[in-house]
Nanobody, 122 residues
C-alpha cells in the first residue's frame, strides 16, 4: 500500500525541541519531493518546508526560518523536520506529503500522512 506515516509529535514546553519523522512505504520514495505542512487549531493548512528528491530545501515559511530544518534519508525512506526553539504558536497538527513537483501548495501533493500533533505550552 502507498503510505506516509508521520510521527514524533507530543507535548513540550516553549524553547524545547522535537524531531518529526515521515516514513514512506509502498512507492519509490526517492522519486518524490516531500513537504511538511501544519494546521493550527481553527486555521488553514499552511506549507512549512519542502525538500526535493535530491535533498535540496526549496522553501521555509517565514515563521519557522532559523528554527526548523527539513532533511531526508532516502535509504531509510524517511524525511525529518527538526524543530528547535518551539513556541506556543507552533501548536498544530503537522502533516507530511509527497508530490512530483516541489511546491508549497498543499493541493499539489498526492500522498499524505495522517498527521502528528505538536502542542507547545508557555
Amino acid at each position: 500500500e502507498v503510505q506516509l506515516q508521520a510521527s514524533g509529535g507530543g507535548l513540550v514546553q516553549a524553547g524545547e525541541s522535537l524531531r518529526l519523522a515521515c516514513k514512506a512505504s509502498g512507492f519509490n520514495f526517492g522519486d518524490y519531493a516531500v513537504g511538511w505542512f501544519r494546521q493550527p487549531p481553527g486555521k488553514e493548512r499552511e506549507g512549512i518546508s519542502c525538500v526535493t528528491n535530491g535533498g535540496e530545501t526549496i522553501f521555509h515559511s517565514d515563521s519557522v526560518k532559523g528554527r526548523f530544518t527539513i532533511s531526508r534519508d532516502n535509504a531509510k525512506n524517511t524525511v525529518y523536520l527538526q524543530m528547535n526553539n518551539l513556541k506556543p504558536e507552533d501548536t498544530a497538527v503537522y502533516y507530511c506529503a509527497a508530490g512530483t513537483t516541489p511546491n508549497r501548495d498543499p493541493t499539489m501533493y498526492a500522498v499524505w500522512g495522517q498527521g502528528t500533533l505538536v502542542t507547545v505550552s508557555s
